[in-house]
């Protein structure tokens, strides 16, 4: 059996690292063809020194030549590239078999389609490539004939728990339940979320993650983002989707069917697993997580969105059926100044709770424009963001 030749972007994050994980306990199974990464040089590094890839790109030129020179040091023959053109020049590549879109945020949407127009199996982690790409992406999907596979537990969960038949999902299936595990904000006052430091927001509960998503996690952003991530990997309408609080993170989603039958995906809050699944569908291989324990998992719990009667813990999560409702485009910007705004909490320039204040701001002054190719996407991402940097230049932390 030949390898399959695998290109991950965003290999030095939290999922690209999982999933060399993954791949380093099936060697014969993968081959690393290609790495990307944004500034983790010494991470990269000691990537490519044990997978040995044809290819590392780097974001920006300083840190490629950075990159370079340490290979030189070190014997490594990976060929080092820079730019936005490399990466999608990767993630196309005729030698290619599979992509993991890892990269976090809009600057995944380039890529992501490049791969899809390929016709790759894409292993999709990336969820802005959807909530922003939206019709536009999965247009390109279908015109590349390109095997769109979901990476977010979530979704991974949902992917495992429908008919193998897409083409009846809309008749047998009477909604998706996507579950949330709260945060590390759940039972918190809401009163007292201004006062939340990075460090706090950072502090998941349950999964280990990069800080933006730890941030989106805390806000509950993600769950809006999945939501709209949700509606187009499914083709589900906006209403058919819903959002349940289980902090234990063991199941980690459900799809009911019209019957009222519910079939849920149950595992450990660990991203191998649907990394794994991704990896080698519609086979199962091993992971490395560890298994659930049924006789000490205890209890688990469920609980409202609107935990104990507080919708304004949360106020971020209405928005994706709200901008799923409104113009084309509206994801975009809704996306768009989110990034902006965590990053600005990030480097403590706004308040926690100025997060959500800084998206509202930015939906009512940017309107949506119907974006129908990349260029137009990616227009409006740019108006959205110098949007969302006025108005974070209107706080005083």
């Not at 890892?102 to 990336?126: E, H």
């Not at 990896?279 to 609980?303: K, N, V, Y």
């Not at 009667?309 to 485009?329: K, M, S, T, Y």
Request: with cysteine.
């Amino acid at each position: 059996m030949s390898r399959i030749r695998l290109v991950i972007l965003g290999s030095t994050g939290s999922v690209g690292t999982s999933t060399l994980d993954v791949v380093a306990r099936h060697p014969q199974r993968f081959e690393v063809f290609a790495l990307s990464a944004a500034t983790g040089v010494d991470t990269m590094l000691a990537q490519c020194a044990q997978f040995r890839p044809e290819f590392a790109v780097m974001a920006s030129e300083p840190h490629a030549q950075e990159l370079a020179q340490k290979f030189k040091e070190n014997s490594i023959p990976t060929r080092v590239l820079s730019g936005p053109t490399a990466i999608e020049m990767i993630a196309s590549h005729e030698s290619v078999d599979a992509v993991m879109a890892a990269i976090v945020g809009a600057a995944g949407l380039g890529p992501c389609l490049a791969a899809a127009r390929a016709g790759k199996r894409l292993l999709l982690a990336n969820k802005e490539a959807l909530v922003v790409g939206g019709e536009v992406f999965m247009a390109a999907v279908r015109q590349g004939g390109a095997q769109l596979l979901p990476i977010d537990s979530e979704h991974s969960a949902i992917f495992q728990s429908l008919p193998e038949d897409p083409s009846t999902w809309n008749d047998r299936v009477h909604k998706i339940i996507l579950t949330a595990s709260g945060g590390p904000f759940r039972q918190r006052d809401p009163a007292t979320l201004r006062d939340v430091t990075p460090e706090q927001a950072c502090a998941h509960p349950n999964w280990v993650m990069g800080r933006k998503i730890s941030v989106d996690s805390a806000t509950m952003m993600n769950k809006a983002l999945e939501v709209i991530e949700a509606h187009y990997l499914f083709g589900l309408e906006p209403g058919r989707l819903e959002v349940v609080i289980h902090p234990q993170s063991v199941i980690h989603s459900m799809v009911q069917y019209r019957d009222t039958s519910v079939v849920a995906q149950l595992g450990t809050p660990d991203m191998r697993v649907p990394i794994a699944y991704g990896l080698a569908w519609p086979q199962r291989i091993d992971s490395g997580a560890a298994a659930l324990d049924f006789s000490r998992l205890g209890h688990l719990t469920f609980e409202s969105r609107d935990i104990n009667g507080h919708p304004e813990r949360f106020p971020g999560l209405q928005l994706a059926w709200d901008a799923l409702a409104a113009a084309p485009g509206t994801t975009v910007v809704l996306n768009a100044a989110n990034e902006l705004a965590v990053a600005a909490f990030l480097e403590r320039r706004i308040r926690f709770d100025q997060i959500h204040h800084t998206i509202l701001a930015t939906l009512d002054a940017v309107p949506a424009s119907n974006p129908q190719s990349l260029d137009a996407l990616l227009d409006l991402d740019s108006r959205a963001r110098a949007c969302a940097e006025a108005v974070i230049g209107q706080f005083i932390v």
